[in-house]
Nanobody, 124 residues
Framework: QVQLVESGGGLVQAGGSLRLSCAAS????????MGWFRQAPGKEREFVAA????????SYADSVKGRFTASTNNARNTVFLQMNSLKPEDTAVYYC?????????????????WGQGTQVTVST
């Protein structure tokens, strides 16, 4: 089992920045791929970014490339999502998730463990 807890969400003006954190505990070694997803009101949950605990592999949705950066800490128990140049359309609940292998990282159903989410609101 892997437990995931997100934090760092909040209200920010367009053009601003936020850094989300996802604290992982449990058998994290069995799920070395960490993903970030988001869900806006009335929309389906969508892929944002993925990273391995080692940081060797990363993947980003086209909509956030060049603005968002995923990273991990040395202890390999926290994943971060640095979000810069935020836009109102980035408003959503952001979730972190964990899976076993680096394939289909953009597919929601591939992930076995999920956090509870953290709200990000970007105002105009």
């Amino acid at each position: 089992q892997v437990q995931l807890v997100e934090s760092g969400g909040g209200l920010v003006q367009a053009g601003g920045s936020l850094r989300l954190s996802c604290a992982a505990s449990g058998r994290t070694f069995s799920s070395p791929v960490m993903g970030w997803f988001r869900q806006a009101p009335g929309k389906e949950r969508e892929f944002v970014a993925a990273i391995t605990w080692s940081g060797a592999f990363t993947s980003y949705a086209d909509s956030v490339k060049g603005r968002f950066t995923a990273s991990t800490n040395n202890a390999r128990n926290t994943v971060f999502l640095q979000m810069n140049s935020l836009k109102p359309e980035d408003t959503a609940v952001y979730y972190c998730a964990a899976k076993r292998t680096w394939n289909n990282v953009e597919v929601l159903k591939e992930y076995e463990y999920w956090g509870q989410g953290t709200q990000v609101t970007v105002s105009t």
